[in-house]
């Protein structure tokens, strides 16, 4: 099974999973493709980011991408939550909000990805039924047009959020303010305990973004957008030496993160952190210090 990867960081930097009978491995260079950017996998410390077959209901390849290598964009798309994700392949696909773009005077090494052969490895059949083929059949203009409205309804969603902000900031006293940061936090502590679900917005279950849409809504009224990288966009940029409660606290580019908390005071913050662990309290550490924050109410 041959795969051709536009960038990626060394043979270490992918983990191979579900496969067996393998006895020798080879590099291939990635030479027919033309990259748009590179980025660079910003993940959680320790943890390796999934490669899917597609961005939209796409399967996991069985490689993961380790954090801190750099990869070769060829094209950028849109799902249908309006999540970016970047083609990083042939038919390889990462989460762009897990990634940092790499800037023009960075110093990247590129190294190449593994290739298993076809006599070494068990394949896994796939079945394409009728509505796969449909869907296959979609001309690029009818591509090209979903993208746009997806791309406006995303910048609709941000403007509303910011407008609004900005409307509860003049009409509402400092007083008021204070009650719905404390009912954000104890709503924040009542998710304890609960699943983390990729792509989940509550009530039994959260991903990161999705937690804090939620508890915002609920306890205080306010419609943050869904993704990390647009609720980082909305309300007061304020210094992590002077969070209150109710902040959101972020990891990753100040413009595109990866992962966002709520912040509880105490120099602790509740967020939906990985399938392992759930929704937890965390304490803010040096390993793992948040690179923004910003106060929305």
């Known amino acids: 099974m041959k795969h051709n990867f536009f960038k990626v960081g060394a043979a270490a930097a992918l983990t191979v999973t579900g496969v067996s009978a393998i006895t020798s491995m080879k590099t291939v260079r990635a030479a027919n493709f033309t990259a748009i950017k590179q980025v660079k996998i910003s993940y959680l410390p320790g943890k390796s980011l999934n490669i899917w077959t597609n961005y939209e209901n796409g399967q996991f390849m069985g490689y993961r991408a380790k954090d801190g290598t750099v990869w070769n964009v060829a094209e950028t798309a849109l799902d249908k939550k309006g999540n970016l994700w970047y083609k990083v392949g042939t038919r390889e696909w990462i989460e762009a909000r897990y990634t940092v773009d790499v800037t023009a005077g960075e110093k990247a090494e590129v190294s190449q990805a593994p ?24 001309t690029a203009t009818q591509k090209k047009a979903e993208k746009i409205a997806k791309v406006k309804k995303a910048k609709q969603i941000v403007n509303t959020a910011i407008k ?16 719905k940061a404390a009912s954000i936090v104890a709503l924040a502590k009542q998710q304890i305990g609960k699943n983390y679900v990729w792509g ?14 939620y508890v915002y809504q609920k306890a205080a009224g306010v419609n943050l957008p869904r993704t990390t990288y647009d609720q980082v966009k909305v309300g007061q940029t304020v210094s992590l030496n002077n969070l209150q409660p109710g902040d959101l606290v972020f990891w990753g580019s100040t413009t595109a993160p990866y992962h966002v908390a709520i912040y509880v005071g105490n120099n602790q913050y509740v967020d939906a952190a990985t399938p392992e662990q759930g929704t937890i309290l965390q304490t803010v550490s040096s390993y793992f210090t948040p690179s923004i924050a910003k106060r929305v109410l």
């Open 115 to 138: 290739t298993v052969k076809k006599t070494e490895a068990k394949q896994t059949k796939t079945t394409v039924n009728k509505k796969t083929a449909a869907v296959a059949t979609k």
């Open 164 to 179: 609004k902000t900005s409307q509860n900031t003049n009409q509402t006293s400092s007083t008021q303010a204070t009650s």
């Open 200 to 213: 989940a917005e509550g009530p039994d279950s959260f991903d990161c973004s999705g937690l804090v849409q």
